[in-house]
C-alpha cells in the first residue's frame, strides 16, 4: 500500500479561491517533504523543500506568499494554493525521504488542481 | 544547463521485446543517487530501480536494468520482455549530495513516453 498518502486526489475551485493539499507519511516519520508541480506532459519541476518546524525553501521563482507549505508535524505536510487563477491549474505531487536513506523516496498519488 | 537528458521523446517496442531508454546526467558531486519513475496516465510515480554513484555493480530489479556508465555520465534504463502494460511516461531523475536539510529532492529529465505494441 501506500507509504505517502496525497488528498485529494483531485480538486476543482473557483478563481480567487485557496485550496490546500495534503501530504502525509504513513508508518514512518518524515522530517523532509518536497513538493513538485507537473503540467500535462512536462516534467516535475520542485516547488519547495518542506522541514519540519522551520519555513520552506522555494526554488527560484516560485511564490512563497501563493504556495504556503506548512510542516507542522513529522507526518504532515501541506500546500495552500491562495487566490487560484486558472494559470495555477496543474497536477501537485508530494515526496517524502525515509529517514537517512538517500535511495527511500516516496511519492504521493499527486492531487490534479483545476481553476476554474 | 540541464542536469537530466533524457532525449527520446517517444519510443516504441514490440509485445515482449527488450527496449532502452536513454538517460544523461550532469553533475560535480561524487556521491550522487540515480532514479527511474514510471508515470501511468492516473499520474502516480512509480520506484522502478535506484543507482547510487558508489556502486560498481549495475542495479537490477526483475524486469528493470540500469545501464550505468560512470565515465559517459549515463545511466540508461533496459526493461527486457515488454508488457502492454509497460506503456507510460518514464522518468529519470537524480539526487545530489550526501546529506542536509534538502536531502532528498530530485531532478528530473523531460521524460520519454513508452508505448508497447502487441
Known amino acids: 500500500g501506500a507509504v505517502v498518502s496525497q488528498h485529494p486526489s483531485w480538486v476543482i475551485c473557483k478563481s480567487g479561491t485557496s485550496v490546500k493539499i495534503e501530504c502525509r507519511s504513513l508508518?514512518?516519520?518524515?522530517?523532509?517533504m518536497f513538493w513538485y508541480r507537473q503540467f500535462p506532459k512536462q516534467s516535475l519541476m520542485l516547488m519547495a523543500t518542506s522541514n519540519e518546524g522551520s519555513k520552506a525553501t522555494y526554488e527560484q521563482g516560485v511564490e512563497k506568499d501563493k504556495f504556503l507549505i506548512n510542516h507542522a508535524s513529522l507526518t504532515l505536510s501541506t500546500l495552500t494554493v491562495t487566490s487560484a487563477h486558472p494559470e495555477d491549474s496543474s497536477f501537485y505531487i508530494c515526496s517524502a525521504r525515509v529517514g537517512g536513506s538517500g535511495n527511500t523516496i516516496y511519492f504521493g498519488e499527486g492531487s490534479w488542481l483545476t481553476v476554474v | 544547463a540541464q542536469k537530466i537528458t533524457q532525449t527520446q521523446p517517444g519510443m516504441f517496442v514490440q509485445e515482449k521485446e527488450a527496449v532502452t531508454l536513454d538517460c544523461t546526467y550532469d553533475t560535480s558531486d561524487q556521491s550522487y543517487g540515480l532514479f527511474w519513475y514510471k508515470q501511468p496516465s492516473s499520474g502516480e510515480m512509480i520506484f522502478l530501480i535506484y543507482?547510487?554513484?558508489?556502486?560498481?555493480q549495475n542495479a537490477t530489479e526483475g524486469r528493470y536494468s540500469l545501464n550505468f556508465q560512470k565515465a559517459r555520465k549515463s545511466a540508461n534504463l533496459v526493461i527486457s520482455a515488454s508488457q502492454l502494460g509497460d506503456s507510460a511516461m518514464y522518468f529519470c531523475a537524480m539526487r545530489e549530495g550526501a546529506g542536509g536539510t534538502s536531502y532528498g529532492k530530485l531532478t528530473f529529465g523531460q521524460g520519454t513516453i513508452l508505448t508497447v505494441h502487441p
Open positions: 508508518d514512518f516519520q518524515a522530517t523532509t
Open positions: 543507482q547510487g554513484s558508489y556502486d560498481e
